[in-house]
C-alpha cells in the first residue's frame, strides 16, 4: 500500500512537472515540444539535474549549438548560463550531428549553490544554432530543495 502511494506521488509529480513547462519558442522552431521530465523531483541544491525533453525534431541539429539556461525570481536574475549543446548532453562528449528520428534527449547540469531552495523559480532554456536560428525555447517553473 505504502509502495503504491509512493509511486502514485512521483508519478503526479512527474506529470505536474511536465504539465507546468511550454514552449516559449516559436511555430517555425527546429524543435516542437512535447513534453519535460527532470530527476530529481524536487531537484537539489547542489546536486546533479537531468532534464529531459521529448518532441519531434524537423533539422538535424549540428555542431556549434548552444543551450542558454537562466533562471529568475519576481522578476531578478538568479542563475545564467550558456553551455555547447552538443558537448553537454548525456550519452557522449559530443554527440552531433543529432538526427531527426531523435524524440528525446537529456541534459544534466549541477544545481549551483547560489540557487534559492524552497522558492519557485522561473526557468527558461533556449537552444540555437550556431548562425543563431532558434531550435527550441521552454519556460516553466521549479522549486529546488536542500
Avoid at 500500500?1 to 519558442?25: D, E, H, N, Q, R
Avoid at 525534431?57 to 542563475?79: C, P
Avoid at 522558492?119 to 519556460?139: D, Q, V
Wanted: overall charge neutral.
Amino acid at each position: 500500500m505504502k509502495i503504491t502511494s509512493a509511486v502514485a506521488t512521483v508519478l503526479a509529480l512527474a506529470a505536474s512537472a511536465s504539465a507546468a513547462f511550454s514552449s516559449c519558442g516559436s511555430a517555425s522552431d527546429d524543435f516542437t515540444f512535447g513534453s519535460v521530465s527532470y530527476l530529481p523531483n524536487p531537484p537539489k541544491v547542489n546536486q546533479q539535474l537531468c532534464i529531459t525533453l521529448k518532441g519531434t525534431l524537423k533539422k538535424e541539429v549540428t555542431a556549434g549549438a548552444s543551450l542558454r539556461v537562466s533562471a529568475t525570481f519576481w522578476g531578478m536574475n538568479v542563475y545564467d548560463s550558456t553551455l555547447d549543446l552538443c558537448a553537454s548532453l548525456v550519452g557522449g562528449a559530443n554527440p552531433c550531428p543529432i538526427p531527426t528520428t531523435t524524440t528525446e534527449v537529456t541534459q544534466c547540469i549541477t544545481v549551483p549553490s547560489n540557487v534559492p531552495a524552497g522558492i519557485s523559480l522561473g526557468i527558461k532554456a533556449e537552444a540555437k544554432r550556431s548562425t543563431g536560428e532558434p531550435i527550441f525555447c521552454i519556460s516553466g517553473p521549479i522549486t529546488f530543495s536542500n
